[in-house]
């Protein structure tokens, strides 16, 4: 697994003590080397997870050079600090509001490029596929096994280069920064397991 933020609950920024509680930390994880499949798992303390449900070892098996060959090891150990999203930040200038009718956000796509270096935890998120659907695996929920439902809760988006100096998804600099690669985090509101995933353009 890929921690890729290990996220301070205590920041009053971070606004998610309410959706995890009794956790100082949040650790968001991705099974990039997995072949990148989905996860769901549950944050059980500050520094372990419980993962849930994932696909089958022999479908997606560990691969050091997945997504791309000599793939890091372990991600760098890197502060960061979260900042409020205003319409001056260029991830919210690239979403235009919802349209009255409730149409679909659109894309400003030519500042999306410089955007998409900002992840974003909390409020509304521009999502390529929309919100990932998935059964919940946890059998005591309410929304046990229901894939399609509203009960689906994101809340984080982290795009293909989560600090600069380290891409994801690619090598080529000529691939990358297109803002096509979304690693999205959502959460059951019925029991509080996390989906983790990957969605391109
Ligand atoms: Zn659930």
Known sequence: MNLLYDLDQTDPQLGLASRFP???????????????????YRVVADDAIDIVAMDAPKRSPWSADFPFENYP?????TP?????VTDANL?????TPLAPDGG????RTDVLQDAC???RVGGRQFMWQGIPEWPCPTATCPHHGQKRDPNKEVFA????????????????????????C??????????GVVHSCNRCD
Request: glycine share 6%.
């Open 22 to 40: 009794g956790l100082s930390r949040l650790s968001l994880y991705n099974a990039l080397q997995y072949n990148c499949c989905e996860i769901v």
């Open 73 to 77: 090891r372990a991600f760098p150990r």
């Open 80 to 84: 960061i600090h979260l900042e409020p």
């Open 91 to 95: 991830i919210a200038k690239c979403i």
């Open 104 to 107: 679909a956000d659109i894309v």
């Open 117 to 119: 270096m900002f992840p």
């Open 157 to 180: 988006v982290i795009w293909e280069r989560p600090i600069p100096g380290l891409h994801l998804w690619n090598d080529n600099p000529k691939s990358q920064d297109l803002g096509s």
């Open 182 to 191: 979304q690693i999205i985090f959502s959460r059951c509101t019925g029991c």
